[in-house]
């Protein structure tokens, strides 16, 4: 089984830019989740989709959001990117609710 | 109430020894603590998970024990090599919280050879 495919791996944005990151989970999963990894505030949940559902919001701004297809492909946009916003973005899928979660190999964004 | 706190942050042990970490939280909400590696330029993969019907769970050299009532759990890595030498977070969820994750902050291991 092919495992959580995130793209692109790398991303070098602007200030004020917007991005938008895509996360294709494990066949046959459900939920998806996105989380952001820095160095100061280490691994931060952002949402979690579920049947294109969004069922759980982390602390976040509103210029993070995402959305999740019929396929449970998901993609997070950033908007008005910000320099704090430069990390490692994270995308887990999930067989269903509550169970083991498998990360990717994530997005490295940074913002100049 | 949802911090799940990590110690070491960091923790050297020597090829063949047993590594330690260990991890503390305060929501008894929380019924699923699983445990992650992560290498540099990778995401986290995961390791072994519990939950709280069992004190123990042993897979290969990785051992979770669980102590409810401390609201502690720890990692032990048993005749730990280099190639253990990792990013080690643990985390817990809760039922209610579908799939969200709380992390702790990560222990940086090295095994020296």
């Known amino acids: 089984k092919a495992g959580v495919t995130q793209t692109p791996r790398y991303l070098i944005k602007t200030r004020g830019q917007q991005v938008t990151l895509s996360c294709s989970p494990i066949s046959g999963h459900r939920s998806v989740s996105w989380y952001q990894q820095t160095p100061g505030q280490g691994l931060q949940f952002l949402f979690e989709?579920?049947?294109?559902?969004?069922?759980n919001k982390g602390n976040f701004p509103g210029r993070f959001s995402g959305r999740q297809f019929s396929n449970s492909r998901s993609e997070m946009n950033v908007s008005t990117l910000e320099l704090g916003d430069s990390a490692l973005y994270l995308c887990?899928?999930?067989?269903?609710?509550?169970?083991?979660?498998?990360f990717g190999q994530g997005t490295r964004l940074t913002v100049v | 109430q949802q911090q799940v706190k990590q110690s070491p942050q960091s923790l050297i042990v020597q090829k063949g020894g047993i590594s330690i970490i260990n991890c503390a939280y305060e929501n008894t909400a929380f019924d699923y603590f699983p445990w992650y590696q992560q290498f540099p330029g990778k995401g986290p993969a995961l390791l072994i998970a519990i939950r709280p019907d069992v004190s123990e769970k042993k897979e290969g050299r990785f051992t979770i024990s669980f102590n409810k009532s401390a609201k502690q759990f720890s990692l032990h890595i048993m005749d730990s090599q280099p190639g253990d030498s990792a990013t080690y977070f643990c985390?817990?969820?809760?039922?209610?919280?579908?799939?969200?994750?709380?992390f702790g902050e990560g222990t940086q291991l090295t095994v020296n050879p």
């Open positions: 989709y579920f049947s294109e559902t969004q069922r």
């Open positions: 887990a899928s999930s067989p269903g609710a509550h169970t083991e979660a498998f």
């Open positions: 985390a817990a969820s809760i039922e209610t919280s579908g799939s969200r994750l709380t």
